[in-house]
C-alpha cells in the first residue's frame, strides 16, 4: 500500500478496465525496509522501540539513507489512554537516535511517524497507543469502494470498525483518514531460498484477491493497518514535493510537524458524517491527495529560528492577501510537543490560533461541520 515496484504483467484490474498497475502503491518508487514487532504466531516481541527506530535511521551497512518515514500498523486497545509507548513516540518523532539507543548522535534526527488509529470502533474513546501519541500521525480508516464487495460500497462514509476519538484526556484524534475496507496489497510470500519461487509464505492464512494467475502475489483486507501505510505513503510524496522546491528550499525536508499539518490542512471534509472538524470520527477528513500535490500558492513556514518561541506570552503576526477569494482559505497551525504525563492530561504546551480575514475573528479548532465559524474559544489541548 505505501509503494512498490512491478512487472507490466500485473497490470490488470478486476474491478475496472484495467488501467493500472497493481502493487504500485500510494507512492510506487520509495524505498522500503521493514522492523519485525511480532512473531510468525502474532506475538508482540516488545521491542526496544529507541533501539528499533535508530536502527532504522541510519540503515547502518546497506550503504543508502536510512527511514525518514514509519509507518506502524499495530497498537493496543487501550480507550484512547496515553501510554508509556505513545509517550516514547512523542519523543522519537523529534528525534530518533537519541542517547542510550543502540545507534545515538547528537543533535534532532526528526521522524514522521504514522500509526494506525485501531479497529475497536465505532464507539467513541476507543482510540488505540500508541496511536494515542500527539506527534505522530493518526490514521483512521474510511470505505473503498469496490462495487460489489462488502464494506466498500461509499467513499464518504467511516469504516465501521475504525477506531475513534477522542484520547482519553479529550485530544483529537484521528489526524486524517484513509481508505480501510477491501484494500488490496502483497501477500507474504516465501523464502526463495526454500521454496519455490511465487509460493506465499506458510504464515500466511487468509484469503488471496480472486482473480488471475498474475495477481497471486496480492490480497484484500480490512482495518486501519491498511489505512495507516496509505497515509505513510501521502507523506512520503509531501516529502518529495519539498525535496522539488526551488532553491533556497531545494531539499529541505519537511518536518515531522509540517507533515502532519500539510495533510491535514489538505484533507476532505466528510460532508456525509456531519460532524464539526476536528472530529473523533475523521480527525480532519480523508487525506486528499490531488490538493496536497496541485498548485494551489502556499505560505509554508517551518522550524524557522525567527518564528521559535523562547518563553510563555509571546506572539507571531502574519499578514497577507488571500489570492483568489472565491477558494477556500486554510490555514494550519501544528507543532510536535513535549512528551507529556501518562497520568492526567497528556498535552504540555499551548498555542492558540487566530485568524482575522474581512473584519471577522476565528479561532483554532472552532468549525461547525467543514468551514470555521467566529466565536468560541481557544482549544487548550491539541497540538494542531
Given at each position: 500500500?505505501?509503494?512498490?515496484?512491478?512487472?507490466?504483467?500485473?497490470?490488470?484490474?478486476?474491478?475496472?478496465?484495467?488501467?493500472?498497475?497493481?502493487?504500485?502503491?500510494?507512492?510506487?518508487?520509495?524505498?522500503?525496509?521493514?522492523?519485525?514487532?511480532?512473531?510468525?504466531?502474532?506475538?508482540?516481541?516488545?521491542?526496544?522501540?529507541?533501539?528499533?527506530?535508530?536502527?532504522?535511521?541510519?540503515?547502518?551497512?546497506?550503504?543508502?539513507?536510512?527511514?525518514?518515514?514509519?509507518?506502524?500498523?499495530?497498537?493496543?486497545?487501550?480507550?484512547?489512554?496515553?501510554?508509556?509507548?505513545?509517550?516514547?513516540?512523542?519523543?522519537?518523532?523529534?528525534?530518533?537516535?537519541?542517547?542510550?539507543?543502540?545507534?545515538?548522535?547528537?543533535?534532532?534526527?526528526?521522524?514522521?511517524?504514522?500509526?494506525?488509529?485501531?479497529?475497536?470502533?465505532?464507539?467513541?474513546?476507543?482510540?488505540?497507543?500508541?496511536?494515542?501519541?500527539?506527534?505522530?500521525?493518526?490514521?483512521?480508516?474510511?470505505?473503498?469502494?469496490?462495487?460489489?464487495?462488502?464494506?466498500?460500497?461509499?467513499?464518504?462514509?467511516?469504516?465501521?470498525?475504525?477506531?475513534?476519538?477522542?484520547?482519553?484526556?479529550?485530544?483529537?484524534?484521528?489526524?486524517?483518514?484513509?481508505?480501510?475496507?477491501n484494500v488490496a496489497g502483497g501477500v507474504v510470500m516465501a523464502?526463495?531460498?526454500?521454496?519455490?519461487?511465487?509460493?506465499?509464505?506458510?504464515?500466511?492464512?487468509?484469503?488471496?484477491?480472486?482473480?488471475?494467475?498474475?495477481?497471486?502475489?496480492?490480497?484484500?483486507?480490512?482495518?486501519?493497518?491498511?489505512?495507516?501505510?496509505?497515509?505513510?505513503?501521502?507523506?512520503?510524496?509531501?516529502?518529495?514535493?519539498?525535496?522539488?522546491?526551488?532553491?533556497?528550499?531545494?531539499?529541505?525536508?519537511?518536518?515531522?510537524?509540517?507533515?502532519?499539518?500539510?495533510?491535514?490542512?489538505?484533507?476532505?471534509?466528510?460532508?456525509?458524517?456531519?460532524?464539526?472538524?476536528?472530529?473523533?470520527?475523521?480527525?480532519?477528513?480523508?487525506?486528499?491527495?490531488?490538493?496536497?500535490?496541485?498548485?494551489?500558492?502556499?505560505?509554508?513556514?517551518?522550524q524557522l529560528p525567527v518564528d521559535r518561541f523562547t518563553e510563555s506570552g509571546?506572539?507571531?503576526?502574519?499578514?497577507?492577501?488571500?489570492?483568489?477569494?472565491?477558494?477556500?482559505?486554510?490555514?494550519?497551525?501544528?507543532?510536535?510537543?513535549?512528551?507529556?504525563?501518562?497520568?492526567?492530561?497528556?498535552?504540555?504546551?499551548?498555542?492558540?490560533?487566530?485568524?482575522?480575514?474581512?473584519?471577522?475573528?476565528?479561532?483554532?479548532?472552532?468549525?461547525?461541520?467543514?468551514?470555521?465559524?467566529?466565536?468560541?474559544?481557544?482549544?487548550?489541548?491539541?497540538?494542531?
Amino acid at each position: 500500500v505505501i509503494g512498490g515496484n512491478v512487472a507490466a504483467v500485473s497490470r490488470e484490474n478486476p474491478h475496472g478496465d484495467g488501467s493500472f498497475y497493481f502493487g504500485g502503491g500510494v507512492n510506487p518508487f520509495v524505498r522500503l525496509g521493514n522492523s519485525t514487532i511480532f512473531t510468525n504466531g502474532g506475538t508482540f516481541t516488545n521491542p526496544n522501540l529507541p533501539n528499533s527506530l535508530s536502527r532504522a535511521y541510519t540503515n547502518l551497512g546497506l550503504g543508502v539513507r536510512g527511514a525518514r518515514i514509519s509507518n506502524n500498523s499495530w497498537g493496543a486497545a487501550v480507550s484512547g489512554a496515553y501510554n508509556a509507548n505513545a509517550q516514547i513516540y512523542d519523543a522519537l518523532v523529534r528525534d530518533s537516535m537519541p542517547d542510550g539507543a543502540t545507534f545515538s548522535a547528537p543533535g534532532n534526527q526528526e521522524m514522521v511517524v504514522v500509526f494506525a488509529a485501531g479497529n475497536s470502533g465505532p464507539g467513541a474513546r476507543t482510540m488505540g497507543a500508541p496511536g494515542s501519541a500527539k506527534n505522530v500521525i493518526t490514521a483512521g480508516g474510511s470505505q473503498n469502494v469496490r462495487p460489489g464487495v462488502g464494506d466498500a460500497t461509499d467513499a464518504g462514509a467511516m469504516y465501521a470498525s475504525s477506531s475513534r476519538g477522542p484520547t482519553a484526556d479529550d485530544r483529537i484524534k484521528p489526524d486524517v483518514i484513509a481508505p480501510a475496507t477491501n484494500v488490496a496489497g502483497g501477500v507474504v510470500m516465501a523464502d526463495r531460498l526454500t521454496a519455490a519461487p511465487g509460493n506465499h509464505n506458510t504464515c500466511y492464512t487468509g484469503a488471496f484477491l480472486p482473480t488471475t494467475p498474475a495477481q497471486r502475489f496480492y490480497r484484500t483486507g480490512n482495518g486501519t493497518s491498511f489505512a495507516s501505510p496509505a497515509v505513510a505513503g501521502g507523506a512520503s510524496l509531501v516529502r518529495q514535493l519539498f525535496a522539488n522546491r526551488p532553491a533556497p528550499f531545494f531539499n529541505a525536508a519537511p518536518s515531522p510537524a509540517m507533515t502532519r499539518a500539510y495533510l491535514m490542512n489538505t484533507a476532505t471534509y466528510m460532508e456525509r458524517l456531519t460532524d464539526n472538524l476536528p472530529s473523533p470520527n475523521q480527525g480532519m477528513g480523508r487525506m486528499n491527495l490531488e490538493r496536497a500535490l496541485d498548485e494551489t500558492p502556499r505560505a509554508l513556514r517551518d522550524q524557522l529560528p525567527v518564528d521559535r518561541f523562547t518563553e510563555s506570552g509571546q506572539t507571531r503576526v502574519y499578514s497577507g492577501t488571500i489570492a483568489d477569494p472565491s477558494q477556500p482559505f486554510r490555514v494550519t497551525l501544528a507543532w510536535s510537543d513535549s512528551p507529556g504525563s501518562t497520568t492526567g492530561a497528556a498535552f504540555v504546551n499551548n498555542l492558540d490560533l487566530r485568524v482575522e480575514v474581512g473584519g471577522q475573528t476565528y479561532l483554532g479548532n472552532v468549525f461547525t461541520q467543514g468551514n470555521s465559524v467566529t466565536g468560541g474559544t481557544a482549544d487548550i489541548r491539541n497540538n494542531a
